[in-house]
Every structure is written in structure tokens, then in C-alpha cells.
């Protein structure tokens, strides 16, 4: 049997449909392997961008976490709330940031960054804080929608406690999904107008295939492949590539310019996460850990012969301008007072001095001598400090009519002399401006090892005074007060005293210091005036006679910047039974004064619950007599200070009988205190004061003997 015969129009019919066919396989292959890519590339440049989005997340966390632990450390040690909150609540208004929580060795909040602290004093239960408050170094934690990093606060071993901040991921996952769906319709609009000249093909048979083939590899794959290359280097970190920007004016040409867009804005980003980092926003100077990156790389490549000189910088009583003037103000003099040590650095002759704002009102110089040796660095440096001593206790001008008085205390440390490495140097200086404000502020003072010596006892007083109560080391004494008429005990003062079994007995005045500065008062005060009222119910308990008897307690300024005082000595009250009446609370005339404290009503919500409140010390700090009219006291105490020379100066009695008179006509109690002779107590009841405690009356005595004293 013969096959048909098969005509020239069939062959190439044939040969037509077998190219279409093979073409057809090809496209359709070509199409898969381009969907195949389409698909590939969305997920790589997915993975890609999430990888880098975290990675610029987690380093500029790492960046601030390690920024705010550092400068929270100075006041966290010192428990400074007012300072603790500035950072908190600055760090907390940075874009993404979700919360900022400072907290103490215990996990307890001691700062949230809000103004009420609503948290402050509670332990942190939330799935993250189990880790954080065990951990020792920084630590990451990612949560669905949270990135949670803290770091340890610290003071050489001694773990303060941490501090955690919260950036939200939603931010971060908006962008990633928008930059997803921009290449995502990027790429598919690439492959379906690129799909016509595939389509084309068909018609160009074999010839036409591989040379469609050969330009899609060129300009399609080509680009494609050169983008993945670059964004493989950007997710390693390698932000410096250079991108070229395409002259092709076709989708791909769009893809490739985008790409060198993006590029560039991640370079530039990164650059200014890095100047954030490295530099303070608010005087433009180096910050902390640029200086100490500095630092290290100056001691690695210091010669033989060279010397430094660090001068650790202090400013005195700063904080008093922004407890009184507020922040915005101290700002400016902040800002003020780094242009004028600027310019003092730049108009000194010295050799690549370096200046560094080191956190709140501490500055950091590091200067090098044009003379070789430590002696020309310790003269020079002795010099610069003079100057900026001089040059800073010049008042700052606000206004046409408001000026601000500040000082500087200035620690200088030597190098290689004191010491070898950045820590240690920066430890000196720190070491040695402690003691220049310990010999009255507005000096400065070299490094000695001796100093550390003092560092040390101070370090471990702290200690020890954390634990004296526990132990029975911290005793109640209480002087007895008098009613100047007839010599009848109508109360007393309670007095902390503290017999260490080491130190011996601890005068008031070294350990009452200590606690104020670390913040230990606020733990002990609720202690002592729970003792006072408890002792003073024994007191009225034996017998009928003293059914009155008050109990008098000093106030530190830490106390009364606590919103809950009231309410804790309405606690106290309740528990020990003692009338309200029972309890005088005493201030000191600049306590007062302080609008902070008076503007929360304290004093007022103390007195509206009963308690007396008595301004102690009249006469020594800043208000007079006019100010009587207008604080919110039941008594003063006149200082000890005029009524020892109310015999033979006629001045200090002048002033003891006006402020007698003054306080009667406002119907205020007048207590004089230090009465030590006779002579002074008859004259002072004859001006009229009304009650009056001193040695010559009664010395300050334990509980038992206070008792007997009564009996």
C-alpha cells in the first residue's frame, strides 16, 4: 500500500506546525522558566528586604539601648528620677519606639517615659521580662509585633538594674509589604509587556527564537541577576555598592533605577542611624561611645613619649535649673555651655584635642600636649581647666533679665601615668571630679589612687546603710520639746543614729548624706516615721498626763517629690493608731520654697489629713518673715544659730523677736531650738516663744530612757 503523497504546501505546513509546535514548547517553556524567576526573584528580594529592614531595626536598637544604658547609669546610681525620666521620655518619643522602661536590680519600674510613671515601683510581668531581668549583657527579644532589647545598667560589677526599649514592628512590616507589592507589580509588568516580543517569535521561527532568546538573556535575565547580586551584597551589610543607574527606558531600565534608588536611601539611612549613634543631638558634640571608640583607637596608636590628659567635666547645681526653670531652659544652657568649651578647646594651644558631650551635664576633653611628656600634658591640661572653671562660672544669659549661675567641677587623669586603658582613664576622671565637688565645687583636681581609697568607703557605706535597718544598726533617739511656759514636756524630735559594728558610731550627717544622694532615704523614711509614731503610742499609753504627746520627723526633698506621701503616712497612722495631730512633720525652708513640690499640693493634702508641718532651720536659707503669709506651716523652728548668741548680739535677738512676732500675729507655733543655757531659755520665754528643745533642756536619748524621762 502507497502513503499518500504529502504536497510542498503540506511539508511545509508540516515543517510550519512542527516550528510552531517547537516554538510553542519553547515559549511555553520560556514562559514557565519566566514565571519560575518572577516567582524566585519576589521571594529573594523578600527575604532580602526583611532581612535588611531587621538588621537595621536590631542595629539601631543595639545603638540606642547601649546609648541610653550608658547615659542612665550615672542616674540610676544616683536615683535621680527627674533625670531618669528626660532620657526615657526622650528616647520614647523616637519614631517606632513603642515603650521605654527603666527598671532596678529587682525588675521594679523605675521610669516609663510618661510624666504620671503609672508603673513606677511595679515588677515587670510581661512574657519578655523573665529573661530581661535576669540577663547580664544586652539582650534582643523579637515578640509578633514588638522588638524588645534592653541593657544592663551598671557601675563597675555592681548591676543598678536595666533598661528595655519596645520598637514596633508594624511600621517596619507596612514597609516591607509596600516595597513587596511595588517589585512584585514591577516585575509582573516587565514580564507580561515583555511577553508580546516572546509571542513574536512564533512567526520568526528558529533564526528569530535564538536571537529572542539570546536578547531576553541579555536584557531581561541579565539585569535580573545583577539585581539579585546587589541585593545579596546589601543583606551582608555592604551598603557602600555602587549601583549603576540604567539608561534603558523600558521596565527593566525602571527596575534597575529603582533598585539604585533603593540602594542609595538604604546607604543613606544607614549613614544617619550612624550619626545618630555616634553623635548628640542636642550640642552636635561626639556622644559617649564615639568618644570612647576614639579613645581606644588614640591608646592603641599613642607613642612612647606621648602623654594625655582627660579632663572629666561636671557641671554644678544643673540640675537646679531644670527643677526650677524646666527642661526647654536647660537645653539652652546646655547647648551654651558646649559652644563656650568649644571655644576654649579650639582657642588653646593643644594638639588634637578631642570634646565629647559623655551624658546629661558631663563633658569629656581629651587633650595632648605641643610639650612631650606627662609634665607638658598636666600643664596644659592644669591650664585649660583653670580657664573653663573661669569661663564657666560666667552666668548665662536667658533673657534681657534672667541669668543662670552655674559652675564646673573638673576631674583630670593622666595617661599612661594613672592609666593604661579607656575604662580605667575614664574611671579616674570620674574618680577625680567626685573630688573636686567633694572640696566645694567650681575647682578641679588631679587624679590620686588615694581618692579611690574614698570612692571605696563610700561605696561600701551605701551598702551597709542598705542593710543597717534590718540588722538594728539604725536606732531611734528623740529630744525632748518643751512648752517654754512652764517647763512641761509636750513632745520630741525623732533622730536616726547609726552604731556600725565596724565603723563604730556613724555621724548623722556623713550617713544622712549618703542616703539622700542614692536614694536610700526614700526606703528608710517610711521606716522611721513608723517607729516614731509606734513609740509615740507607748508614750501617751503610760499615763493620762502625756495623752498628748506629739512626735516630731524630718522630711528629706526626696520624701516630698513622692505623690504618695500623703497617703503613706495616712497608712502609717492607721496602722500605729497615733491622731494625726500626734505627728509633726518637719521641712526645710528650701523644700518649700520649691514650686515643683508645692504645685502637686503635698503639703496642703498633708495638712487637710491632720498632720503638723513645721519649717525647720527659719531664718538660715531663702525666704523671710513675708513668706510666713503665704506657706502653708503650723510652726517654725528658730535655727540654733541665733539663739546661741542671743545674749550678746543684739542683732540675732532682733531678729528671734520679730520672727516671734511675726509667727504669733499668724497664729504659728515658735519653737526654738539649741537652747543650751539658762540665760537663753528665760529670755526666750519672756519674748514669748512657745516651745523650745536644746541640751540644756534635754539631750537626745533612746526610747527606754525617754520613758524613764517621763516617769
Given at each position: 500500500?502507497?502513503?499518500?503523497?504529502?504536497?510542498?504546501?503540506?511539508?511545509?505546513?508540516?515543517?510550519?506546525?512542527?516550528?510552531?509546535?517547537?516554538v510553542?514548547?519553547?515559549?511555553?517553556?520560556?514562559?514557565?522558566?519566566?514565571?519560575?524567576?518572577?516567582?524566585?526573584?519576589?521571594?529573594?528580594?523578600?527575604?532580602?528586604m526583611?532581612?535588611?529592614?531587621?538588621?537595621?531595626?536590631?542595629s539601631?536598637?543595639?545603638?540606642?539601648?547601649?546609648?541610653?544604658?550608658?547615659?542612665?547609669?550615672?542616674?540610676?546610681?544616683?536615683?535621680?528620677?527627674?533625670?531618669?525620666?528626660?532620657?526615657?521620655?526622650?528616647?520614647?518619643?523616637?519614631?517606632?519606639?513603642?515603650?521605654?522602661?527603666?527598671?532596678?536590680?529587682?525588675?521594679?519600674?523605675?521610669?516609663?517615659?510618661s510624666?504620671?510613671?503609672?508603673?513606677?515601683?511595679?515588677?515587670m510581668?510581661?512574657?519578655?521580662?523573665?529573661?530581661?531581668?535576669?540577663a547580664?549583657?544586652?539582650?534582643?527579644?523579637?515578640?509578633?509585633?514588638?522588638?524588645?532589647?534592653?541593657?544592663?545598667?551598671r557601675?563597675?560589677?555592681q548591676?543598678?538594674?536595666?533598661?528595655?526599649?519596645?520598637?514596633?514592628?508594624?511600621?517596619?512590616?507596612?514597609?516591607?509589604?509596600?516595597?513587596?507589592?511595588?517589585?512584585?507589580?514591577k516585575?509582573?509588568?516587565?514580564?507580561?509587556?515583555?511577553?508580546?516580543?516572546?509571542?513574536?517569535?512564533?512567526?520568526?521561527?528558529?533564526?528569530?527564537?535564538?536571537?529572542?532568546?539570546?536578547?531576553?538573556?541579555?536584557?531581561?535575565?541579565?539585569?535580573?541577576?545583577?539585581?539579585?547580586?546587589?541585593?545579596?551584597?546589601?543583606?551582608?551589610?555592604?551598603?557602600?555598592?555602587?549601583?549603576?543607574?540604567?539608561?534603558?527606558?523600558?521596565?527593566?531600565?525602571?527596575?534597575?533605577?529603582?533598585?539604585?534608588?533603593?540602594?542609595?536611601?538604604?546607604?543613606?539611612?544607614?549613614?544617619?542611624?550612624?550619626?545618630?549613634?555616634?553623635?548628640?543631638?542636642?550640642?552636635?558634640?561626639?556622644?559617649r561611645?564615639?568618644?570612647?571608640?576614639?579613645l581606644?583607637?588614640r591608646?592603641?596608636?599613642?607613642?612612647?613619649?606621648?602623654a594625655?590628659?582627660?579632663?572629666?567635666?561636671?557641671?554644678?547645681?544643673?540640675?537646679?535649673?531644670?527643677?526650677?526653670?524646666?527642661?526647654?531652659?536647660?537645653?539652652?544652657?546646655?547647648?551654651?555651655?558646649?559652644?563656650?568649651?568649644?571655644?576654649?578647646v579650639?582657642?588653646?594651644?593643644?594638639?588634637?584635642?578631642e570634646?565629647?558631650?559623655?551624658?546629661?551635664?558631663?563633658?569629656?576633653?581629651?587633650?595632648?600636649?605641643?610639650?612631650?611628656?606627662?609634665?607638658?600634658?598636666?600643664?596644659?591640661?592644669?591650664?585649660?581647666?583653670?580657664?573653663?572653671?573661669?569661663?564657666?562660672?560666667?552666668?548665662?544669659?536667658?533673657?534681657?533679665?534672667?541669668?543662670?549661675?552655674?559652675?564646673?567641677s573638673?576631674?583630670?587623669?593622666?595617661?599612661?601615668?594613672?592609666?593604661?586603658?579607656?575604662?580605667?582613664l575614664?574611671?579616674?576622671?570620674?574618680?577625680?571630679?567626685?573630688?573636686?565637688?567633694?572640696?566645694?565645687?567650681?575647682?578641679?583636681?588631679?587624679?590620686?589612687?588615694n581618692?579611690?581609697?574614698?570612692?571605696?568607703?563610700?561605696?561600701?557605706?551605701?551598702?551597709?546603710?542598705?542593710?543597717?535597718?534590718?540588722?538594728?544598726?539604725?536606732?531611734?533617739?528623740?529630744?525632748?520639746?518643751?512648752?517654754?511656759?512652764?517647763?512641761?514636756?509636750?513632745?520630741?524630735?525623732?533622730?536616726?543614729?547609726?552604731?556600725?559594728?565596724?565603723?563604730?558610731?556613724?555621724?548623722?550627717?556623713?550617713?544622712?548624706?549618703?542616703?539622700?544622694?542614692?536614694?536610700?532615704?526614700?526606703?528608710l523614711?517610711?521606716?522611721?516615721?513608723?517607729?516614731?509614731?509606734?513609740?509615740?503610742?507607748?508614750?501617751?499609753?503610760?499615763?493620762?498626763?502625756?495623752?498628748?504627746?506629739?512626735?516630731?520627723?524630718?522630711?528629706?526633698?526626696?520624701?516630698?517629690?513622692?505623690?504618695?506621701?500623703?497617703?503613706?503616712?495616712?497608712?502609717?497612722?492607721?496602722?500605729?493608731?497615733?491622731?494625726p495631730?500626734?505627728?509633726?512633720?518637719?521641712?526645710?525652708e528650701?523644700?518649700?520654697?520649691?514650686?515643683?513640690?508645692?504645685?502637686?499640693?503635698?503639703?496642703?493634702?498633708l495638712?487637710?489629713?491632720?498632720?503638723?508641718?513645721?519649717?525647720?532651720?527659719?531664718?538660715?536659707?531663702?525666704?523671710?518673715?513675708?513668706?510666713?503669709?503665704?506657706?502653708?506651716?503650723?510652726?517654725?523652728?528658730?535655727?540654733r544659730?541665733?539663739?546661741?548668741?542671743?545674749?550678746?548680739?543684739?542683732?540675732?535677738?532682733?531678729?528671734?523677736?520679730?520672727?516671734?512676732?511675726?509667727?504669733?500675729?499668724?497664729?504659728?507655733?515658735v519653737?526654738?531650738?539649741?537652747?543650751?543655757?539658762?540665760?537663753?531659755?528665760?529670755?526666750?520665754?519672756?519674748?514669748?516663744?512657745?516651745?523650745?528643745?536644746?541640751?540644756?533642756?534635754?539631750?537626745?536619748?533612746?526610747?527606754?530612757?525617754?520613758?524613764?524621762?517621763?516617769?
Amino acid at each position: 500500500m502507497r502513503l499518500p503523497r504529502m504536497g510542498v504546501q503540506t511539508q511545509l505546513l508540516v515543517v510550519l506546525a512542527i516550528l510552531l509546535a517547537g516554538v510553542a514548547l519553547l515559549v511555553g517553556l520560556l514562559l514557565q522558566r519566566q514565571a519560575q524567576m518572577h516567582r524566585e526573584v519576589t521571594e529573594f528580594s523578600r527575604t532580602a528586604m526583611q532581612e535588611m529592614i531587621k538588621e537595621r531595626i536590631r542595629s539601631r536598637a543595639e545603638s540606642r539601648i547601649q546609648q541610653l544604658s550608658d547615659a542612665l547609669t550615672n542616674p540610676v546610681y544616683y536615683f535621680d528620677l527627674e533625670t531618669i525620666g528626660a532620657l526615657a521620655n526622650s528616647a520614647k518619643r523616637e519614631p517606632d519606639v513603642d515603650y521605654v522602661m527603666v527598671y532596678d536590680a529587682d525588675g521594679r519600674v523605675l521610669h516609663d517615659g510618661s510624666g504620671e510613671i503609672s508603673t513606677y515601683g511595679q515588677l515587670m510581668q510581661d512574657p519578655l521580662a523573665a529573661k530581661v531581668i535576669k540577663a547580664n549583657e544586652s539582650l534582643i527579644q523579637l515578640a509578633p509585633k514588638v522588638l524588645d532589647v534592653s541593657a544592663p545598667i551598671r557601675v563597675g560589677d555592681q548591676r543598678l538594674g536595666g533598661v528595655r526599649i519596645g520598637y514596633s514592628l508594624a511600621s517596619a512590616r507596612d514597609t516591607e509589604a509596600r516595597n513587596i507589592a511595588e517589585l512584585d507589580r514591577k516585575v509582573g509588568e516587565v514580564a507580561n509587556r515583555n511577553r508580546l516580543p516572546i509571542y513574536a517569535l512564533v512567526g520568526l521561527l528558529m533564526l528569530l527564537g535564538v536571537m529572542s532568546a539570546w536578547a531576553v538573556q541579555r536584557w531581561m535575565v541579565g539585569p535580573i541577576v545583577r539585581l539579585s547580586r546587589y541585593a545579596q551584597e546589601i543583606e551582608a551589610g555592604h551598603y557602600d555598592i555602587n549601583v549603576p543607574s540604567s539608561r534603558r527606558r523600558d521596565e527593566v531600565g525602571e527596575l534597575e533605577r529603582a533598585f539604585a534608588k533603593m540602594s542609595s536611601s538604604v546607604r543613606v539611612h544607614d549613614s544617619e542611624i550612624r550619626q545618630i549613634a555616634f553623635t548628640d543631638s542636642l550640642t552636635r558634640l561626639p556622644n559617649r561611645r564615639d568618644f570612647r571608640e576614639r579613645l581606644d583607637q588614640r591608646l592603641q596608636t599613642q607613642g612612647g613619649e606621648d602623654a594625655l590628659a582627660l579632663l572629666f567635666i561636671d557641671l554644678d547645681d544643673f540640675k537646679r535649673v531644670n527643677d526650677t526653670l524646666g527642661h526647654e531652659t536647660g537645653d539652652r544652657v546646655l547647648v551654651e555651655v558646649a559652644n563656650r568649651i568649644r571655644r576654649l578647646v579650639e582657642e588653646t594651644d593643644l594638639r588634637n584635642a578631642e570634646l565629647s558631650r559623655f551624658g546629661g551635664d558631663e563633658f569629656v576633653i581629651l587633650v595632648e600636649s605641643r610639650e612631650p611628656g606627662v609634665r607638658g600634658v598636666s600643664s596644659s591640661a592644669a591650664k585649660l581647666a583653670q580657664a573653663l572653671v573661669n569661663e564657666l562660672a560666667q552666668p548665662v544669659q536667658l533673657d534681657d533679665e534672667d541669668r543662670v549661675f552655674l559652675g564646673a567641677s573638673i576631674g583630670i587623669t593622666l595617661f599612661p601615668s594613672d592609666a593604661a586603658s579607656a575604662v580605667t582613664l575614664i574611671k579616674n576622671g570620674d574618680i577625680a571630679m567626685y573630688q573636686a565637688k567633694t572640696a566645694g565645687k567650681h575647682c578641679y583636681r588631679f587624679y590620686h589612687p588615694n581618692m579611690e581609697q574614698m570612692v571605696e568607703r563610700r561605696v561600701r557605706m551605701e551598702k551597709e546603710l542598705r542593710l543597717a535597718w534590718e540588722r538594728g544598726e539604725l536606732t531611734m533617739f528623740y529630744q525632748p520639746v518643751f512648752r517654754m511656759s512652764d517647763r512641761q514636756i509636750v513632745g520630741a524630735e525623732a533622730l536616726l543614729r547609726w552604731q556600725h559594728p565596724e565603723y563604730g558610731v556613724v555621724a548623722p550627717s556623713v550617713f544622712i548624706a549618703v542616703a539622700e544622694e542614692t536614694g536610700l532615704i526614700e526606703q528608710l523614711g517610711p521606716h522611721v516615721i513608723r517607729k516614731a509614731c509606734t513609740d509615740a503610742m507607748t508614750w501617751r499609753a503610760s499615763s493620762s498626763k502625756f495623752a498628748d504627746l506629739f512626735v516630731s520627723v524630718n522630711l528629706s526633698v526626696r520624701q516630698l517629690r513622692d505623690a504618695w506621701l500623703p497617703e503613706q503616712v495616712g497608712e502609717i497612722l492607721k496602722s500605729t493608731g497615733l491622731p494625726p495631730d500626734g505627728l509633726h512633720l518637719e521641712l526645710t525652708e528650701t523644700v518649700v520654697l520649691d514650686d515643683d513640690i508645692d504645685s502637686r499640693g503635698l503639703m496642703r493634702r498633708l495638712r487637710d489629713a491632720g498632720v503638723k508641718l513645721w519649717l525647720d532651720d527659719f531664718g538660715t536659707g531663702f525666704s523671710g518673715l513675708s513668706h510666713l503669709r503665704r506657706l502653708p506651716v503650723d510652726g517654725v523652728k528658730i535655727d540654733r544659730t541665733f539663739v546661741s548668741d542671743i545674749l550678746q548680739d543684739a542683732d540675732d535677738l532682733a531678729l528671734t523677736r520679730a520672727i516671734i512676732g511675726m509667727a504669733q500675729s499668724l497664729d504659728i507655733v515658735v519653737i526654738a531650738e539649741g537652747i543650751e543655757e539658762q540665760g537663753q531659755y528665760e529670755l526666750l520665754r519672756e519674748t514669748g516663744c512657745d516651745l523650745g528643745q536644746g541640751y540644756w533642756l534635754g539631750k537626745p536619748m533612746d526610747q527606754q530612757s525617754f520613758l524613764k524621762l517621763l516617769r
